[in-house]
């Protein structure tokens, strides 16, 4: 009996082996799948930044404009 426990582990792992496969395309499709969402959502803030800016720039247009009318 104690001849059979090594092949019997062995065969436990071999078991496991397969079905940690399918896990890791799936985590890898996962990262995939962030990567263009990150890249959207740091577009998304750099636009807003950039809005800001341009109507922080246009407010003190329209502030010089009508201290000097």
């Known amino acids: 009996m104690q001849a059979l426990s090594p092949p019997v582990c062995t065969s ?10 399918p896990s ?3 985590a ?4 995939l799948l ?3 969402l990150l890249s959207v959502v740091i ?3 750099i ?3 950039r ?3 341009l109507r922080q720039q246009i407010n003190t247009l329209e502030r010089l404009w009508q201290d000097a009318g």
């Open 43 to 45: 577009s998304v803030f």
């Open 51 to 53: 809005d800001r800016h």
């Open 34 to 36: 962030t990567i263009p």
């Open 47 to 49: 636009k807003q930044q």
């Open 28 to 31: 890898t499709g996962l990262w």
């Open 24 to 26: 890791f395309p799936l």
């Open 12 to 21: 436990v792992a071999y078991q496991r082996s397969p079905q940690s496969l």
